[in-house]
């Protein structure tokens, strides 16, 4: 089951709330209509969007456009959550040898945690364990990166093209001066686009940039506590050391709701 994020739910119907309320609050109903116009609309998306697609891979620019998706998903697991569950394994590691791990891995969702442990159990050398378990973070972490670039990138044609939209407007406008009735709601179809072209900007992309980089923060710090925490319950150390030493990861007013079940007992 996919949990949704309410936060980057609501925070993006709050904006376009805000701004559907800001324009009837001026023009009313009846004046909601000035502010859509298709040409300024393709110049700004449609220019915006095709000069992303020039500094990006065919490939690589759909799962930029994909990864809008991933900040609607809750992660399954915090931090917190992470280490209740490490902290069981090296409990199960305690009390019935490594090799029971092997059997605990088999109920986990996490693949990360779990080729750890299969690596741990198999009997690779902690410090070849880490380099593995290291890498694959880097390269999760240069892929979310990656990500979050498209998206800033993204954000930056958007008001530039808008500023284009906004010059060709202009342009006209001014080959058209006779009707002097005209030029100013040409001006005001010029001006449209550098509005698209803002929101564009900062009502999706930034924010979007923003949350994946956010999310992937939460990811890493989830990771390093994985590799710690295996890497001690390879070395043999005491549950409550190893509770103690992870819950270094978390902020003072979260290390109280993390812990094993019986917080790192003695066998």
Known sequence: MILVDLASLLGMIICLGMLVFGIISAAGLGGFGSYLDAPSAIITFGGAFAAVLTSYSLQDYISGLKSLTLIFKAPAMNTSDMIKKIIDLSNI????????????????????????????????????????????MTCVDDRHKKFAGFWETVASMGPAWGMIGTLVGLVNML???????????????????????????????TPTANKLKADNAIEMQQKEVMIEGLLSIQA????????????????????????????GGEE
């Open 93 to 136: 590691a305690r009390k019935e040898g490594l090799l029971s791990l092997e059997e605990a891995a088999s109920d986990l969702d996490e693949p990360f945690l779990k080729k750890g442990i299969l690596l741990v159990v198999d009997g690779t050398d902690p410090d070849l364990v880490r380099a593995i378990m290291e890498t694959e």
């Open 236 to 263: 043999g150390e005491n549950p409550r050391v190893i509770e103690e030493k992870l819950k270094s990861f978390l902020a003072p007013k979260d290390r109280e709701t993390a812990g094993g079940d019986d917080g």
């Open 175 to 205: 080959n058209n001066m006779e009707d002097a009735s005209s030029i100013g709601p040409s001006m005001a179809v010029a001006l449209i686009t550098t509005l698209y072209g803002s929101l564009l900007a900062n009502w999706i992309c």
